[in-house]
């Protein structure tokens, strides 16, 4: 079963310095993969998604994601954190026949003034 | 253009009751999914729907029912509320026509069962 795993629960960064959450992946097979973002109180937005077509993903408000198949990882990054970009942040695998999600735990980001 | 929606936002309610949470999208797509989010677990999948009157078991199905008699709602009913399904749940949609299929979520219901 595919699955990921999120390194940091949480992360903090000062306002305009780079962002980086962390996020590794199990799967035998070239897998499907997402980042999603969580504001207080809010459903949840796709931010990125891998489609193999680059293993350098954009994604919107500034973030991308390498997918890096040496390392089983597929990292989340941003070269300037604005404070709106305070959220909690899922990496996303998908699988079956449905393309059922499962959700890494979570990393939450704090963005310091 | 409303996307997709849930009611209500908050409930609270006994253990024992039953609990029916609702789910509706405007896009007309195919799959239609509950997850449960808790601190700590991220988002689990309760049960999910590939088209009106067919519905499977996700991650974490028990205590739960749910039905799916048009293709643009998708209820979720707690048979015998517990306090153990205190929790926040997510609705999502998606035409899960591919490998890369995104799914949209609906803003959520924070249920407290007392």
């Known amino acids: 079963a595919q699955s990921v795993t999120q390194l940091d629960s949480h992360v903090s960064v000062s306002e305009g310095t780079p962002v980086l959450l962390r996020c590794n992946y199990s799967?035998?097979?070239?897998?499907?993969l997402f980042w999603y973002v969580q504001h207080p109180n809010k459903g949840l937005q796709l931010l990125l998604k891998?489609?193999?077509?680059?293993?350098l993903v954009k994604g919107i408000n500034g973030f991308e994601a390498e997918f890096k198949k040496s390392e089983t990882s597929f990292h989340l990054t941003k070269p300037s954190a604005h404070m709106s970009d305070a959220a909690e942040y899922f990496c996303v695998t998908s699988s079956g026949s449905a393309r059922q999600l499962t959700f890494g735990s979570g990393t939450q980001l704090t963005v310091l003034p | 253009d409303a996307g997709i929606t849930q009611s209500p936002r908050y409930k609270i309610t006994e253990t024992g009751r039953q609990v029916t949470l609702m789910c509706h999208q405007t896009?007309?797509?195919?799959?239609m999914f509950w997850y449960r989010q808790d601190l700590g677990h991220g988002l689990r999948l309760i049960y999910y729907?590939?088209?009106?009157?067919?519905?499977d078991k996700g991650e974490v199905p028990d205590g739960y029912v749910v039905s799916r008699s048009k293709t643009e709602n998708f209820p979720l009913t707690l048979e015998s509320a517990t306090r153990s399904q205190t929790s926040v749940y997510f609705c999502?949609?998606?035409?899960?026509?591919?490998?890369?299929?995104?799914?949209?979520f609906g803003p959520g219901t924070r249920l407290l069962v007392l």
């Open positions: 891998y489609t193999s077509a680059a293993t």
């Open positions: 896009w007309s797509h195919s799959y």
């Open positions: 999502a949609s998606g035409t899960g026509g591919g490998y890369v299929e995104t799914q949209y």
């Open positions: 729907s590939a088209a009106a009157d067919i519905t």
């Open positions: 799967s035998s097979y070239s897998p499907s």
